[in-house]
């Protein structure tokens, strides 16, 4: 990660002296591994959380961020494992300044239908994506300073939307944003700001358990304004930097689209004057993938 972001002095140590925890790192792949290592190249102290037989594959990542931090154990699904953190924070640091929520998970039977899941497969697609967040929050609120502020980001898939072959995914998503408001009503009087970050597709562990993902990322790249690279996850971690950092503390509450304006332009295009389709981002309709507008008023 040697680019003009990291060059700008200004900005180089934009998260100086934080101490910030990340989870959701598996493998240098991960959204969440550029996170940690652009918090670190701008000044951040960071741990990582992982569990089980994953561990190891998260300390071999670690092994290649630029300091090399500790994994402590976290299974959101043992409750015990968030007290025994939090006590393991206390012990190195005198306080903890942001945390980065980056947890999922969903059997492939909830991803890929959505009608006739098990209630079982239900509940705990959305108690380890999205009440973990809730938890992981309540559990290190000891240890965020008031008078230094904290912040707490989580990553997200647009969920105002149904995505194919996203299904209870997508529903966790849902509750994750709302849980996230509710946490920064409930923090917030307290320094502590939650916000939530939704990219566009990327090439990530996670991105596996999506069916549908090379299509996804095909009709992204085509109908994003700024266009979209899914094999890019800077500007993802670049964007949950500015939340962790005094630049953004007046912001809470926030969903921040990282997603080279995919969510801002209409799936239908028309056109009021001629037959050649409305063009978005510069593209011609007729060659982006997935769009069925048709001249006039296509369907």
């Not at 008078?147 to 194919?164: C, E, F, M, Q």
Request: some cysteine.
């Amino acid at each position: 990660m040697d680019g003009a972001f990291f060059r700008q002095p200004i900005r180089r140590m934009m998260l100086e002296g934080k101490r910030i925890v990340v989870t959701g790192v598996m493998t240098k792949q991960s959204i969440a591994y550029s996170i940690a290592e652009a918090a670190q190249r701008l000044g951040a102290e960071v741990v990582l959380t992982s569990f089980g037989r994953a561990r190891r594959m998260t300390e071999r990542a670690a092994r290649s961020l630029p300091d090399p931090p500790d994994v402590l154990e976290l299974d959101v699904e043992r409750p015990e494992h968030f007290e025994a953190l939090r006590e393991s924070l206390r012990t190195r640091w005198p306080s903890v300044d942001g945390v980065v929520h980056a947890i999922a998970h969903g059997n492939e039977q909830a991803l890929d239908s959505f009608l006739g899941v098990p209630q079982a497969d239900v509940e705990r697609t959305l108690r380890i994506s999205a009440y973990s967040l809730s938890a992981l929050s309540s559990a290190l609120q000891p240890l965020f300073d008031p008078k230094r502020g904290a912040g707490i980001v989580s990553l997200t898939l647009d969920a105002s939307v149904a995505y194919p072959h996203y299904n209870w995914m997508g529903v966790s998503k849902a509750a994750l944003e709302s849980i996230s408001r509710y946490l920064a009503s409930e923090l917030g009087p307290r320094g502590v700001r939650v916000n939530v970050v939704s990219p566009g597709p990327i090439k990530s562990p996670a991105s596996g358990y999506w069916s549908d993902f090379g299509h996804a990322t095909e009709v992204w790249s085509a109908r994003a304004p700024l266009g979209w690279d899914p094999d890019d996850a800077k500007p993802v971690a670049e964007t949950v930097c500015f939340l962790l950092s005094n630049h953004a503390r007046g912001i809470t509450g926030e969903i921040l689209h990282v997603d080279g304006g995919f969510h801002a332009v209409s799936e239908i295009r028309l056109s009021l004057d001629d037959d050649s389709g409305a063009a978005v981002g510069g593209r011609d309709p007729s060659k982006v993938p997935g769009n069925r507008t048709e001249g006039k008023g296509g369907s």
